[in-house]
């Protein structure tokens, strides 16, 4: 059972959220707690399909409250007549289920922090429910036409609707409808969030040493040095708001900015000072005030911790676009980096982030230009323009560079890139995929057997040539400029891994996380911390395989003994599993895992060890098909073998009892006998509240 899809997987999405709302529904039953299948499914496709990390357990309180006040209200159609659903309930018994049944995220708040979350926002969720600016399209006009007493669930009815609508016959909200359409125009409709790529795990230091490295930086001397100067009394300023020439001297001086002074009659003409100028008012550290300089009282306790102030510095780097890059006079013109500089110093920070290797100057340059050729129209204009915009641009991407190393948020070096940055194999990819591909993506990429063009692939070749031919700039950020980065990455609502953030977690959420989320090494060392913070390395042991013990979902148990497996030392996940094999509740699992690693044979099973594989076989797939009708359609398909396989495996004495007697339904359902009725219960449970008179536009 995982908790997150890639946005393509749609159909494994579809068949994970079918299995869980069953279970949930039942779950709820027997707790007496209130639920909703479709609102909980409804739910759930919100965190899958508009949010930029699509964790399915983790639920902060800027999720809930943009579901029950935008994902809800705008997908949600709750018709004239219907009873609705008392969404926020529902919310409450699905945050409690992923609690009980340890598939919430370790990183997410706990229970009581969400359900606090729930209970802030839940008096404000019928107000939006009937709030037409937070409709959908689809809901807005089906919500119209009920009003008017079309009856929706008449095709032809709603389709004579929208043709007196279209002619403009029938009345509706043109005020309410122009804010629809400007909300799906401008890009801010929840359905229109992409999801983010997803981020290796990364390691820091201490906070304590990063403070260090701080404090060593020249730009954080100088941001404070300034801040002191001015003081709060202030310093006078023209009336541009420029330092004073006499001011300006003096300041250049205590800094230690190296402007050259000698002739100059302006401080407008001491760029260095300037910039120092304009990132400590960005950075909230300095401000004008009818004519004087200040420094601002509430920057203190920033000024005095040199990590808060690195970060303040860092942040401020993406509202200075005008004092790095913007022309000088009018006699010079921007780059093409200008119009899009905080997205592409998003973008350059996000490609370095997590790398295990440094990033050439070349590739980095080229993934640059491909986001140009994306935003601006290039087809106008001969090579040698464009050849000079692109130039223009990489000399103001140089500058953006130069600052961040300054500040100490990227290293530069000089050597041979990594293999991994050089062309990229695609020869199993097949020709419609290089047909296809564009020749900007085939010149990126240096795949110059995809491009038919002789000029791109000459191109290609060059950009080959200039990665292999000898040194190259690598670029990769510092441990300081990863913690920034990070900090951002989670502020936007991303998934962003740090070795070490689950050493409190409960085992069960540690191994849920380290089997979707991290690789190899990087779950190794978060293991080891968490088994080393409690001590007793056998005790922990016991915490963990107890957890795979617990885990009511057999997929799930699967990867969480897979990942501890692979994560313990060598040899050691060998011996545990042989030892589990002789476990009453963990030998399916273990003889699954000794089969696939070739530990064990078939032959080498007694005939009990190969039926608790069958029993555990089976009941995975039924959790892969999604449980439900899924299932059923995955056993029907098998026929006969499926007969026999299923009477073998209830007889196998596989210690999951509730998972047994469910495959025994299903494959009642499946293969004859009383499945009908047995179908007929389930829809029942996933359709309790009434959910099924709902409708998502």
């Not at 993506?441 to 038919?452: P, R, S």
Request: hydrophobic share 45%.
């Amino acid at each position: 059972m995982r908790m997150r899809f890639e946005p393509e997987a749609e159909e494994e999405f579809e068949a994970a959220r079918g299995l869980l709302v069953d279970r949930l529904v039942r779950w709820a039953g027997e707790q007496g707690l209130p639920v909703d299948g479709h609102m909980v499914e409804t739910a759930l496709d919100y965190r899958h399909l508009a949010t930029a990390d699509g964790r399915l357990g983790l639920w902060e309180s800027r999720h809930v409250e943009e579901l029950l006040l935008s994902w809800l209200p705008q997908q949600l159609t709750e018709l004239p007549g219907e009873e609705r659903a008392d969404a926020p309930a529902t919310l409450r018994t699905l945050l409690r289920y992923l609690h009980g049944a340890q598939l919430a995220d370790p990183r997410g708040p706990s229970l009581q922090d969400s359900l606090a979350a729930v209970d802030r926002v839940a008096e404000k969720h019928p107000a939006a429910m009937t709030d037409r600016i937070r409709w959908g399209l689809a809901k807005f006009w089906a919500m119209t036409a009920a009003e008017q007493g079309v009856d929706v669930r008449d095709g032809a009815a709603f389709q004579r609707f929208a043709d007196r609508a279209q002619r403009g016959e029938a009345a509706y909200d043109q005020q309410a409808l122009a804010a629809i359409m400007e909300r799906r125009l401008t890009g801010r409709a929840l359905s229109g969030v992409a999801r983010a790529e997803p981020q290796l795990p990364v390691m820091l230091p201490p906070d304590d040493e990063l403070r260090r490295r701080a404090k060593a930086s020249t730009i954080v001397a100088q941001l404070r040095g300034l801040a002191e100067w001015v003081g709060q009394g202030g310093r006078p300023v023209t009336a541009t708001g420029r330092l004073r020439m006499a001011e300006a001297r003096e300041l250049v001086d205590v800094l230690g900015t190296d402007d050259r002074i000698e002739g100059v009659r302006s401080s407008a003409d001491l760029p260095r000072l300037g910039l120092l100028m304009e990132w400590a008012k960005k950075a909230r550290l300095v401000r004008v005030v009818k004519g004087r300089l200040y420094a601002v009282a509430k920057a203190r306790p920033v000024l005095a911790d040199p990590l808060q102030l690195w970060l303040r510095a860092f942040d401020a780097c993406f509202e200075l676009r005008q004092a790095l890059i913007g022309a000088r006079s009018g006699w010079h013109v921007e780059s093409m980096l200008f119009d899009v500089y905080e997205h592409i110093l998003d973008d350059v920070l996000n490609t370095l982030y997590s790398l295990p290797y440094p990033m050439p100057w070349p590739r980095l340059r080229d993934t640059v230009h491909l986001a140009y050729r994306a935003s601006f129209r290039l087809d106008a204009g001969s090579d040698l323009q464009h050849r000079m915009w692109f130039e223009h641009a990489d000399r103001d991407l140089r500058a953006v560079l130069d600052l961040l190393d300054d500040l100490g948020a990227i290293e530069r070096d000089r050597g041979m890139a990594d293999p991994v940055f050089l062309d990229i194999d695609l020869s199993d990819a097949g020709p419609e995929l290089l047909a296809d591909m564009p020749p900007e993506l085939a010149e990126l990429l240096g795949v110059a057997g995809a491009a038919t063009d002789p000029a791109v692939r000459e191109r290609a070749d060059a950009r080959r040539e200039e990665l292999t031919a000898g040194p190259v700039e690598l670029i990769r950020l510092t441990e300081l400029g990863t913690r920034a980065v990070r900090q951002r990455l989670l502020a936007a609502g991303r998934d962003a891994p740090l070795v070490g953030e689950l050493v409190q977690a409960p085992a069960a959420g540690l191994l849920g996380v380290l089997a979707e989320d991290y690789p190899p090494d990087a779950a190794r060392a978060e293991l080891t911390g968490w088994i080393t913070a409690r001590g007793e390395r056998e005790a922990a042991l016991r915490q963990l395989t107890d957890a795979v013990r617990t885990m009511t979902f057999r997929t799930r148990a699967q990867a969480m003994l897979d990942v501890l497996l692979a994560a313990l030392p060598d040899g050691e996940g060998e011996r545990l599993l042989h030892t589990l094999r002789h476990d009453p509740q963990l030998a399916p699992l273990a003889l699954n895992a000794l089969a696939q690693r070739e530990l064990l044979s078939r032959e080498d099973m007694t005939d009990a060890e190969s039926l608790l594989v069958l029993a555990e076989s089976l009941l995975q797939l039924v959790e892969v098909a999604g449980g439900g009708d899924g299932a059923e359609e995955t056993l029907r398909a098998q026929g006969s073998q499926a007969r026999d396989a299923v009477a073998a495996a209830l007889d196998s004495g596989h210690p999951d009892r509730a998972g047994l007697d469910e495959l025994r339904q299903l494959a009642a359902g499946a293969l004859g006998t009383h499945g009908a009725r047995v179908g007929r219960a389930r829809k029942a449970r996933r359709s309790s509240g009434k959910s099924g008179r709902k409708r998502r536009r």
